[in-house]
């Protein structure tokens, strides 16, 4: 739902609300029901098994059979292996750089939930208590003022010169000046995020002011979570060198076999 489009009152009523905000025993049911305000964390693989994994590339296939004849031939003509530590090293250093990169994403992901706040403030029946942020629920009254971290996305209802820089969301590094009015569509068939000047996000900072917001979506139902989810859910895409490099080596995986093959023939 859209609570950008409607006016305090009827934002409050679209998630079973009130000024005084919910009852105990409503936020109990409601965090039993939904799970907490936090985002999902994503699987890790082991680090073995991501390092093990870079082994399979053609390439690297290629430089370990190359790196084991030649530490055969270098045992029994009682050579040097300086060729095959070289070979191993490269391996090595191509499958450490393969796991660095892979690791990013879920560094993201942790970076995001840093962002969030540990506690906050909320009205329960009428009164000021400060909850866990994990615990906010769907039609908390949450109070914010100047330093509070926004603990999930809500709809303004009171603003006292709010402003909250959202750039972590937007990009735009100039604090938003936060009003309860409603907002209109025109032409259009959503508000960008960034122009939604009565509504709060995860990740965003109060810098000036105070205000009070009711919560309309908690974890991974915020915009925060929304981008949380497609950092997760991103596939590994290859940049054209690395396709080129792929190509290169299946050319060089069957030009050696068949040199092989032509030598075994030969010698025979």
């Not at 490099?245 to 076999?257: A, F, G, N, P």
Request: aromatic share 2%.
């Amino acid at each position: 739902m859209q609570q950008y489009l409607l006016d305090t009152q009827s934002a409050l009523a679209s998630v079973s609300s009130n000024e005084n905000g919910l009852t105990n025993a409503e936020a109990q049911k409601r965090l039993c029901d939904n799970g907490p305000n936090k985002l999902a964390e994503g699987k890790k693989t082991p680090l073995i098994v991501r390092f093990l994994e870079q082994m399979k590339d053609p390439m690297i296939l290629i430089l370990l059979a190359a790196a084991l004849v030649s530490g055969i031939t270098a045992a029994i003509e009682g050579e040097s292996f300086e060729d095959v530590i070289i070979i191993l090293t490269v391996v090595i250093i191509n499958a450490v750089l393969g796991v660095v990169q892979e690791s990013k994403a879920e560094k993201a992901i942790e970076a995001l939930q840093k962002m969030s706040a540990a506690t906050c403030r909320v009205l329960r029946e009428g009164q000021i208590l400060r909850v866990k942020t994990e615990e906010l629920v769907v039609g908390d009254v949450v109070l914010l003022e100047a330093g509070d971290a926004v603990p999930a996305d809500g709809r303004v209802l009171e603003s006292a010169s709010l402003q909250i820089e959202e750039a972590a969301l937007t990009g735009e590094s100039v604090p938003v000046s936060k009003v309860i009015d409603i907002l209109h569509l025109g032409e259009a068939k959503e508000i960008s995020l960034g122009d939604r000047k009565n509504m709060v996000y995860m990740g965003s900072t109060v810098v000036y002011g105070r205000g009070k917001a009711v919560i309309t979506a908690p974890g991974m139902q915020t915009e925060m979570g929304k981008i949380a989810d497609a950092i997760s859910k991103a596939e590994d895409s290859q940049t054209p060198l690395q396709i080129k490099l792929s190509q290169l080596s299946k050319i060089l995986t069957w030009l050696v076999l068949g040199i092989c093959v032509v030598i075994f023939g030969v010698n025979i």
